[in-house]
């Protein structure tokens, strides 16, 4: 559907903030709906976040709610990530997804544009 690329990633010490952003190659990224996944070192991935296509709900999974905000830029069109008061056990490649609907979507299966990841490593 789109090609999607993050970018952003990199080390910080727990506590810190870091931000990600995922550029989209669409001129009307407001038609589509945006989420972020995260793969965990020995583990699957697994949803963080996700943005409706007019960007007004959103939805975080448990692990980073209150600590994580997901925020599409229309002009720019991109997606971002801001994360702050990391923990080592966000350590993980994030990857931004998208698809072009109108429902506010956060399972992986629901989403057909993934990026190739970019590492975050959170040190204690």
């Known amino acids: 559907q789109v090609q999607l690329d993050e970018s952003g990633g990199g080390s910080v010490q727990a506590g810190g903030s870091l931000k990600l952003s995922c550029a989209v190659s669409t001129r009307t990224i407001g038609r589509f709906a945006m989420g972020w996944f995260r793969q965990i070192p020995g583990q699957e991935r697994e949803f963080v976040a996700a943005?409706?296509?007019?960007?007004?709900?959103?939805e975080y999974a448990d692990s980073v709610k209150g600590r994580f905000t997901i925020v599409k830029a229309f002009g720019s069109n991109t997606v971002s990530l801001e994360m702050k008061n990391l923990r080592p056990e966000d350590t993980a490649v994030y990857y931004c997804a998208a698809r072009a609907t109108l429902q506010l979507i956060t399972a992986e299966s629901d989403f057909d544009s993934w990026g190739q990841g970019t590492l975050v490593t959170v040190s204690s």
């Open positions: 943005a409706k296509h007019d960007g007004r709900s959103e």
